[in-house]
């Protein structure tokens, strides 16, 4: 018999994991959610929810209908619990504060509330990526700003993803491994199906937008240039490729079997840290990763290190396998 994801918490509470009654209706609440945006998902044509919304997001990005569907999804579930202080996502200009007639809690919940955006319409795996860090002691006597916010990735006290893709799956860590939950739609309910993932430490297997090659860096030009050498160059070894363009995706591929993924800063726009997001992309996947016994650096720093400066922060990510993130590594120094 599969525990569901009620049960597994209530034994994570009982281990003395310190889990809170709060984090632990938080976590329920989110997955809930999750589960309402799975449905909207697959419901694609039918229910109107391909295409383009016909607005951009702060960052400047053309938003899909399904990104402020999801977004509206995940605020409006979780905003009146009493579990939250406030909220942030990539789809809104600032924070979100738990309005005055809803009860406050002691958390902060931030999300990218659909990843992968440019394969809904190809019916390709998204996902939505959420992080849950502690909203600091003294902002709960007073208005919360988006300076309270601006934790390291290591205050993460939970983070996790749902994929929608052939199943619908919940990946989670409260700071205490990595387990998967799979969604049995007859029930309607989230199962464990996977406990104590562990990332292998070697691999032979990269990702990343190769049609970006000419205007990396160089040391991503050497080290993908030495991967493409195969058996016969410096690596000794033959690689795989993938780019599914879902992040989601592309985390859970390694955190399955292994791998490396890549989103460097390049010179397309040199201002720009990078492509994906500190806070709502970087931090939860880096989280879930170490927690697997894999490893997420910038170039050479521990991405869960970094203070953030602004919300919508960007950041290089180079995430996988432990030995091969070491090895990319070395190409930077
Ligand atoms: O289209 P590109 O440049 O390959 O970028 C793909 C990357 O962009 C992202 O889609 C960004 O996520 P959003 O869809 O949430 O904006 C990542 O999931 C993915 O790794
Ligand atoms: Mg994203
Ligand atoms: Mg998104």
């Given at each position: 018999?599969h525990?569901?994801?009620?049960?597994?918490?209530?034994e994570?509470?009982?281990?003395?994991?310190?889990?809170?009654?709060?984090?632990?209706?938080?976590i329920?609440?989110?997955?809930?959610?999750?589960k309402s945006?799975?449905?909207?998902?697959?419901k694609?044509?039918?229910?109107?929810?391909l295409?383009n919304q016909?607005?951009?997001?702060?960052?400047?990005?053309?938003?899909?209908?399904?990104?402020?569907?999801?977004?509206?999804?995940l605020?409006?579930?979780?905003?009146?619990?009493?579990?939250?202080?406030?909220?942030?996502?990539?789809?809104?200009?600032t924070?979100?504060?738990?309005?005055?007639?809803?009860?406050?809690g002691?958390?902060?919940?931030?999300?990218?509330?659909?990843?992968?955006?440019?394969n809904?319409?190809?019916?390709?795996?998204?996902?939505?990526?959420?992080?849950?860090?502690k909203?600091?002691?003294d902002s709960?006597?007073?208005?919360?700003t988006?300076?309270?916010?601006?934790?390291?990735?290591?205050?993460?006290?939970?983070?996790?993803?749902?994929?929608?893709?052939?199943?619908?799956?919940?990946?989670?860590?409260?700071?205490?491994?990595?387990?998967?939950?799979?969604?049995?739609?007859?029930?309607?309910?989230w199962?464990?199906?996977q406990?104590?993932?562990?990332?292998?430490?070697?691999?032979?297997?990269?990702a990343?937008?190769?049609?970006?090659?000419?205007?990396w860096?160089?040391?991503?030009q050497?080290y993908?240039?030495?991967c493409?050498?195969?058996?016969?160059?410096?690596?000794g070894?033959d690689?795989?490729?993938?780019?599914?363009?879902?992040?989601?995706?592309?985390?859970h591929?390694?955190l399955?079997?292994g791998?490396?993924?890549?989103?460097?800063?390049?010179?397309?726009?040199?201002?720009?840290a990078?492509?994906l997001?500190?806070?709502?992309?970087a931090n939860?996947?880096?989280f879930?990763?170490?927690?697997?016994?894999g490893a997420s650096?910038?170039?050479v720093?521990?991405?869960?290190?970094?203070?953030?400066s602004?919300?919508?922060q960007?950041?290089?990510?180079?995430?996988?396998?432990?030995n091969?993130?070491?090895?990319?590594?070395?190409y930077?120094?």
């Open positions: 018999m525990k569901t994801l009620s049960q597994y918490l209530v994570q509470q009982r281990q003395g994991f310190l889990l809170s009654e709060d984090l632990k209706a938080l329920e609440g989110i997955a809930r959610s999750c945006i799975a449905h909207v998902v697959a694609g044509a039918l229910g109107g929810v295409g016909g607005t951009d997001n702060v960052q400047g990005e053309a938003q899909k209908k399904m990104d402020v569907i999801s977004n509206n999804i605020l409006q579930a979780n905003e009146w619990t009493g579990h939250l202080a406030g909220m942030a996502s990539e789809e809104m200009d924070i979100y504060k738990i309005p005055n007639s809803y009860p406050k002691k958390y902060l919940l931030l999300f990218d509330p659909l990843d992968g955006s440019s809904i319409d190809v019916n390709v795996s998204i996902g939505t990526i959420f992080s849950i860090l909203a600091p002691e709960l006597n007073r208005e919360l988006e300076a309270d916010f601006l934790q390291a990735g290591s205050q993460q006290v939970a983070a996790g993803y749902a994929l929608y893709g052939p199943q619908t799956l919940l990946m989670l860590t409260i700071g205490h491994g990595v387990v998967c939950f799979t969604l049995d739609k007859d029930v309607g309910t199962l464990l199906t406990e104590n993932i562990q990332i292998p430490t070697e691999t032979k297997e990269f990343i937008n190769m049609s970006n090659s000419r205007h860096d160089t040391p991503v050497n993908i240039h030495d493409l050498a195969g058996t016969t160059g410096p690596r070894k690689f795989n490729m993938r780019w599914v363009a879902s992040m989601v995706a592309e985390v591929r390694i399955q079997r791998g490396i993924f890549l989103y460097p800063w390049d010179k397309r726009d040199p201002n720009k990078g492509k997001r500190l806070m709502y992309e939860p996947m880096s879930l990763i170490e927690q697997a016994g650096v910038d170039t720093n521990r991405i869960l290190d970094i203070q953030p602004q919300l919508h960007r950041v290089s990510v180079i995430l996988g396998s432990k091969e993130v070491e090895t990319v590594k070395q930077f120094v």
